[in-house]
């Protein structure tokens, strides 16, 4: 079984814009859509969509977050989330005009008593599942929530992947993730240094994975991916032909690709083929990766 946790849900209303927006002035939209996600629902959704079984942990609130947990369900995916006494799951702001504009709110305040809500469901991971930790920190949690999780399963043979940036991720590498995935702007960020050619961002991967992570899977958008494994390994891959048209959840696609091409095969070549064909299916379509577009792209890899 796949857990996986969004800890700040949201409803992202985007809405299409046919001029550029007009500040200070009444605006009207040429079309609005909604989509339900947070990092951690979009790895599970796109694993549920390939056939996985996944579980979605996690916090929500008041009507934005029932409506998230109904969506949820209405597409079978299963779930067992937090529903908190205050406030309301969050809605972000999606203006696509000539430029897009984004407004991300702040979500939910989390009570220590919800944290420990989620510590005792997470305690009752059994040993050979999968764990994926992803996003940013609301405000309300403690900056080392991470740690902390990483700490009260290590010892397990629980399969813990990160998707975080910056020092979130630095500071859990000590627990020896089995999986993180940075993309290149992000290595750049943690090492303060300009990735310039492949040779150099593979260094630094292997920097991570001296520091304690397991596999290292570094994305580079066009440029496809780098994986440096726990056994040494360096595995480059490029990207199949297609029109990029959404990259919102590519990387939390790749990283359900993964896991699904890992649990298929237990082989760290297939699982990059996999990540690397669903975060291209999830860029060349409005919405997250669906199996035949995968086992599609599978094809051109």
């Known amino acids: 079984m796949v857990y996986t946790v969004t800890f700040n849900p949201a409803v992202d209303y985007i809405i299409h814009l046919k001029e550029e927006l007009q500040d200070g002035e009444t605006n009207r939209s040429s079309g609005e859509e909604l989509y339900y996600g947070g990092k951690g629902i979009n790895v599970s959704t796109v694993l549920h969509n390939l056939g996985i079984n996944t579980v979605a942990l996690g916090f929500i609130a008041g009507f934005t977050g029932r409506q998230i947990q109904a969506a949820l369900c209405g597409m079978g995916i299963s779930n067992d989330f937090i529903d908190l006494e205050d406030g309301f799951s969050r809605i972000n702001i999606k203006l696509k005009a000539q430029k897009e504009t984004e407004i991300n709110t702040q979500g939910p305040k989390i009570s220590a008593e919800a944290i420990d809500r989620l510590f005792k469901k997470l305690a009752d991971i059994k040993d050979g599942d999968v764990l994926v930790l992803a996003g940013s920190i609301p405000a309300s949690l403690p900056p080392d929530i991470y740690e902390k999780i990483m700490e009260r399963l290590s010892g397990?043979?629980?399969?813990?992947?990160?998707?975080?940036?910056?020092?979130?991720?630095?500071?859990?590498?000590?627990?020896?993730?089995?999986?993180?995935?940075?993309?290149s702007h992000e290595l750049e960020e943690i090492f303060g240094v300009k990735?310039?050619?492949?040779?150099?961002?593979?260094?630094?991967?292997?920097?991570?994975?001296?520091?304690?992570?397991?596999?290292?899977?570094?994305?580079?958008?066009?440029?496809?991916?780098?994986?440096?494994?726990?056994?040494?390994?360096?595995?480059?891959?490029?990207?199949?032909?297609?029109?990029?048209?959404?990259?919102?959840?590519?990387?939390?696609?790749?990283?359900?690709g993964f896991i699904a091409g890992f649990m298929k095969r237990g082989d760290y070549l297939e699982a990059l083929r996999t990540g690397t064909a669903a975060g291209s299916a999830t860029a060349f379509s409005k919405g997250l990766a669906q199996k035949v577009d995968v086992e599609r792209l599978l094809n051109q890899i």
């Open 156 to 183: 397990r043979d629980i399969r813990i992947i990160v998707d975080a940036t910056g020092q979130l991720l630095v500071n859990v590498l000590k627990y020896r993730p089995f999986l993180i995935k940075p993309n």
């Open 195 to 256: 990735m310039e050619s492949i040779a150099q961002i593979i260094e630094y991967a292997k920097k991570l994975r001296d520091m304690g992570a397991a596999n290292v899977l570094v994305s580079m958008a066009g440029d496809g991916a780098v994986l440096v494994t726990e056994h040494g390994d360096v595995h480059q891959i490029g990207v199949p032909e297609g029109k990029v048209v959404n990259s919102v959840g590519a990387g939390d696609s790749m990283v359900a």
